[in-house]
Nanobody, 123 residues
Framework: EVQLQASGGGSVQTGGSLRLSCRVSGVTLNDYAIGWWRRAPGTEREVVSC????????WYGGSVEGRFTISSDNAENTVHLQVSSLKPEDTAVYYCAATGEFRSRDPRDYEYWGQGTLVTVSS
């Protein structure tokens, strides 16, 4: 059974940082690309970053590029998302998901989803 377990969310002030983690079980990171999505209240899901752990390729959405850093720990089968210089508009539930389509922005391309972790940024 494939499972993704997201963790690391919390409440921070503007400018703060958090480290989100996505522990993957049931598959190895070489089998899938892992994307981080978020959904703010009243909005559609958006993908913010993706990593292809097999070759190290990464992708960032324009709203987070330069502030978020995605990385993988293949030995631990875990993907991390360092979220820094946080703004109130980054407040959302963050999800990790597995896809065979690196950099896809279509949620239908993601086969497996974690349960989400809440990030709240106060001004």
């Amino acid at each position: 059974e494939v499972q993704l377990q997201a963790s690391g969310g919390g409440s921070v002030q503007t400018g703060g940082s958090l480290r989100l983690s996505c522990r993957v079980s049931g598959v190895t990171l070489n089998d899938y690309a892992i994307g981080w999505w978020r959904r703010a209240p009243g909005t559609e899901r958006e993908v913010v970053s993706c990593i292809n752990a097999g070759d190290g390729q990464t992708w960032y959405g324009g709203s987070v590029e330069g502030r978020f850093t995605i990385s993988s720990d293949n030995a631990e089968n875990t993907v991390h998302l360092q979220v820094s210089s946080l703004k109130p508009e980054d407040t959302a539930v963050y999800y990790c998901a597995a896809t065979g389509e690196f950099r896809s922005r279509d949620p239908r391309d993601y086969e497996y989803w974690g349960q989400g972790t809440l990030v709240t940024v106060s001004s």
